[in-house]
């Protein structure tokens, strides 16, 4: 397939392996098979007809798949043919023994919001709709399923295709690993995309260390006394108490943690009493929890039951906590992310890496992957127009630029080919 390598304009060769070439020709493909899922959106945990093309068309190209894996993820496991006798010395001497195994991962969920864009691809189902480009992400791994299979003489180990269920929640990641997605063959390192709608077509986000934040949520119970709004010394008011609680809790960020260290505690929604002339006996209130140091997320639980216990008492109330734990933070494998930044650069020239300074405080379920073996998270440019979108993920007008499928599918071959083959060998 396709005739390799084109000079850039800097004179270095770009595309070795004319992945890039042979990934604009399968633009329509991959691109039908995006506004297809688009137009049929599934929510979390329901991808069944997506996972039935990811599927067929994984099949289709002679990879092992299993289906129903977490409920209904996918995964495609392809080994490459490249025979011992044909390796060359320095590239035997250069792998281990043991045949190496990448994984890549796509998330495949849709979000309960009304699609609003007024095109000829818009979401069919009322309420649901692609506003997280999770359907570009299936399209783009495919196409890498496609580039690959057409080059399995090319390399020797496995590449594991992770589709993946319910990102935006409950989290697929997790169930998956639990049920063995990570092994048989054991996998040593893992990459997954994201489309981003902030960057340029053509342009690739990489990010050393902490990527997006961990993700936990707490409830928290006020039992005070009712009684009667104008005889307040009566009862306990719990809407008095929560607002001396929901103000002390911001001591967590500013006096209680290292302030080079970011974390984020917010109450998002807080429900009490009765109507004006009532005090209210009890206050519930939610929050999220948010910050990419393990120990410090370990420490959480306690120094904010202690503050909420600390206030119900000087007020002589009564209190519940609980401290849910939810997607862990994602921290990004310094050398495979460098690995990763050596083929981008082959791939699509110098300055389409460009490195993110700041992580991210949303949070993604590919940390799950990330935690068990080395990962790296990219963002793939894909700014309508060129310009940053004024509709960002989730929102009921989102929408990316499609010529960012083909690119993310040669970005993830490209880095599969590299690691398996132990090219640039750093990670
Ligand atoms: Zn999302
Ligand atoms: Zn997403």
């Excluded at 399923?145 to 080059?151: C, D, G, M, V, W």
């Excluded at 594991?160 to 054991?186: H, N, S, T």
């Excluded at 010394?233 to 929901?246: F, K, L, N, Q, W």
């Excluded at 990763?340 to 460009?354: E, N, P, Y």
């Amino acid at each position: 397939m396709g005739v390799a390598g084109n000079a850039g304009s800097d004179g270095t060769l770009r595309d070795p392996e004319g992945l890039m070439g042979d990934a604009h020709r399968l633009f329509e493909e991959l691109r039908a098979i995006r506004r297809d899922i688009h137009m049929h959106p599934e929510l979390g945990l329901e991808e069944r007809r997506t996972a039935g093309i990811v599927s067929s068309y994984l099949e289709s190209l002679g990879i092992e798949t299993k289906t129903g894996v977490a409920g209904t993820g996918v995964v495609g496991l392809l080994s490459g043919d490249l025979l011992r006798d044909q390796t060359s010395v320095t590239q035997r001497e250069e792998s281990s023994h043991t045949p190496r195994v990448i994984a890549l991962r796509a998330d495949m969920d849709a979000l309960p919001i009304q699609d609003k864009k007024d095109v000829e691809y818009s979401s069919k189902v009322p309420g649901k709709m692609h506003a997280c480009g999770h359907d570009g992400h299936v399209a783009m791994l495919l196409g890498a399923a496609k580039l690959l299979t057409s080059r399995r003489n090319a390399f020797s180990g496995s590449v594991k295709f992770l589709f993946q269920p319910a990102e935006e929640g409950p989290g697929g990641a997790l169930p998956m690993i639990q049920e063995g997605c990570l092994e048989d063959p054991d996998v040593d390192a893992v990459v997954g995309v994201h489309i981003h709608t902030e960057m340029p077509v053509g342009k690739i986000g990489i990010k050393f260390g902490p990527c997006s934040a961990s993700a936990d949520s707490i409830r928290i119970g006020i039992m005070g006394r009712g009684g009667h709004g104008a005889m307040p010394h009566r009862s306990i008011d719990a809407i008095v108490v929560a607002a001396h609680v929901i103000l002390a809790l911001q001591a967590i960020s500013s006096r209680e943690v290292d302030p080079v260290e970011p974390v984020v505690l917010s109450i998002g929604a807080i429900h009490g009493g009765y109507r004006h002339n009532v005090i209210a006996d009890e206050v519930n209130m939610e929050g999220t929890v948010r910050c990419f140091d393990q120990d410090l997320r370990q420490q959480l639980p306690d120094r904010i039951k202690r503050i909420v216990e600390g206030v119900t008492r000087a007020y002589r109330a009564q209190y519940e906590f609980t401290y849910d734990f939810g997607y862990p933070p994602l921290i990004n494998d310094d050398s495979l992310t460098e690995f990763a930044a050596g083929s981008i650069r082959a791939l699509l020239g110098d300055d389409a890496v460009q490195v993110m300074k700041e992580p991210s405080m949303g949070a993604e379920d590919f940390s799950y992957f990330a935690r068990e073996v080395p990962g790296t998270f990219l963002r793939i440019g894909a700014a309508k127009g060129g310009n940053a979108s004024n509709h960002p993920s989730h929102s009921p007008l989102f929408d990316f630029d499609e010529r960012a499928i083909p690119i993310g599918s040669a970005v993830m071959a490209q880095i599969a080919l590299d690691f398996l083959r132990g090219i640039s060998g750093s990670a």
